[in-house]
C-alpha cells in the first residue's frame, strides 16, 4: 500500500554509490524468458518467498494456492516502505521471490536489478490487469504486475467533531475542537504535499514561494499536531481508534480496515484532491523460484482470487475480470473507487528534484523539532 517514494529513491541512489553493498544480475536477465512448468512438476517441496506488507493478501487464497500446487509460500514482512528499502539495499534481491513495491520506486529498482520482468506467457491472467486511467499511472513502466490501487486523505471520528471534515484546509488551518488531536504522516511526499494541495498548488511543486508558503502553514499547524507517524497503522492500538487523535493522514484501504474496527471512523478525499497510489507484486532478480513465483502471480490473478483479495484489503483492484464478480456495494463506494472528480483533482507521487527533496527534508526536520 504502501503505498514511498521520493526521499527513498534519491537516498537509495547515494546510499549504493557510498558503496552499501547490496547484490545484482545481470541487466541481461530484465528480459530472459522464464521457461513454464506445469503444476504436476511443482516438487511438494516447493517454496517460494514474499517481501510485503503484513495483512496485505487473503489468507484463504494463499492457502488455495499452497493446496493446489503443494508449496509453501514464506512471508517477509515490513513495517515502512523505508524499512523494505533498507533491506533491499543492504542485503540485495537475494532470498526474495516476489517483492511488493510502489509505482514510484519501480524503474529505481529495476536499475539495481532488484526486480525483473514477468513472462506473461508463463502468467496469462496477468492479461486481465490494467490500471484505470488514474493520472500517469499507466505510463510506469510495466515490469511488475498491478497489485492494488488507492488513495491518501483523511479519516477522522465523526463523533469527536463539530461538522464533516471535507477540505485539507481542516487540517491545516483547524479550528480549536482538534488542537493536539491530528496526527501527520512522516513522510514529506504527504505532509508538505498535502499541504500544498491545501494552497491551491500541485503536490509537486518545486517553486520556492509556494513550498515556502507551505512551511509556513505546517509552522502554523503545529499546536493542533500530536505527531507524525507512519501512515499504515491498522490496529486496535491506533489512536484514532482510542479517540486520542481525532484526524490522521492515511491511505483509503487502511481507513476502512479501521472502520471496520471502530465504525464511526470516517474517511474522505478531501475536495482540493489527494494522491492516488498503486502498489505492484514484482519478480525479484535473485528469485529462487521464479516458475513457482509465475505461478502464483497467475493464480492471484484468477478473477475469483483477485476478487476475494479486493474484497479482504479493500482496495480497488486493477483485475478488470475481478470486477465483475464483486457486489456492487464494493464497486459503487467511494473510499473504494472514488468520484472521478476527485480522481482528477489528484496526483500521483513522482520522484522530486534534488534541491526539492532537500528543502521537503529541512521543512520535516523543521516541524519535528518545533514539535518537540
Request: some cysteine; hydrophobic content about 40%; glycine content about 4%.
Amino acid at each position: 500500500m504502501s503505498h514511498n517514494i521520493i526521499n527513498r529513491a534519491i537516498a537509495l541512489t547515494s546510499k549504493v554509490l557510498k558503496g552499501l553493498r547490496f547484490t545484482a544480475v545481470s541487466a541481461t536477465m530484465l528480459w530472459a524468458p522464464i521457461t513454464a512448468i506445469s503444476a504436476d512438476l511443482v516438487k511438494p517441496s516447493a517454496e517460494i518467498t514474499f517481501l510485503t506488507w503484513s495483512e496485505y493478501i487473503s489468507e484463504d487464497v494463499v492457502a488455495e494456492f499452497e493446496n493446489q500446487y503443494k508449496a509453501k509460500v514464506n512471508f517477509i514482512y515490513y513495517e515502512s516502505d523505508d524499512a523494505r528499502d533498507e533491506m533491499l539495499v543492504t542485503y540485495g534481491a537475494d532470498g526474495y521471490d516476489l517483492i511488493l513495491i510502489d509505482s514510484v520506486n519501480i524503474p529505481l529498482y529495476k536499475q539495481l536489478d532488484w526486480i525483473t520482468s514477468f513472462n506473461v506467457n508463463n502468467a496469462p491472467n496477468l492479461n486481465h490487469v490494467k490500471l484505470p486511467e488514474l493520472s500517469n499511472l499507466n505510463k510506469k513502466d510495466h515490469t511488475c504486475a498491478p497489485y492494488s490501487w488507492g488513495s491518501t486523505g483523511i479519516a477522522y471520528r465523526t463523533d469527536l467533531v463539530s461538522e464533516p471534515i471535507t477540505s485539507w484546509k481542516q487540517i491545516f488551518t483547524p479550528t480549536p475542537e482538534l488542537q493536539g488531536k491530528i496526527l501527520m504522516s512522516t513522510l514529506s511526499e504527504e505532509v508538505v504535499g498535502m499541504a500544498l494541495k491545501s494552497l491551491g498548488y500541485s503536490m509537486q511543486s518545486t517553486n520556492r514561494q509556494e513550498l515556502e508558503a507551505a512551511r509556513q502553514l505546517l509552522l502554523s499547524q503545529q499546536p493542533s499536531v500530536a505527531g507524525y507517524s507512519a501512515v499504515a497503522s491498522v490496529s486496535h492500538k491506533s489512536k484514532l481508534i482510542s479517540g486520542e487523535v481525532t484526524a490522521i493522514v492515511t491511505y483509503s484501504g487502511d481507513a476502512l480496515m479501521l472502520n471496520e474496527i471502530e465504525p464511526r471512523i470516517s474517511y474522505v478525499l478531501p475536495e482540493e484532491g489527494g494522491a492516488i497510489w498503486a502498489d505492484f507484486v514484482c519478480l525479484s532478480g535473485k528469485a529462487n523460484n521464479p516458475e513457482l513465483a509465475h505461478k502464483f502471480i497467475n493464480f492471484i490473478n484468477q478473477a475469483e482470487q483477485a476478487a476475494a483479495n479486493a474484497s479482504f484489503i479493500y482496495t480497488a483492484t486493477p483485475n478488470l475480470a475481478a470486477e465483475k464478480l464483486l457486489p456492487a456495494e464494493f464497486l459503487n463506494d467511494p473510499i473504494i473507487y472514488p468520484d472521478q472528480t476527485l480522481v482528477a483533482q489528484s496526483e500521483t507521487y513522482e520522484v522530486l528534484p534534488p534541491r526539492t527533496i532537500i528543502k521537503h527534508n529541512a521543512i520535516m526536520q523543521e516541524l519535528r523539532n518545533t514539535l518537540k
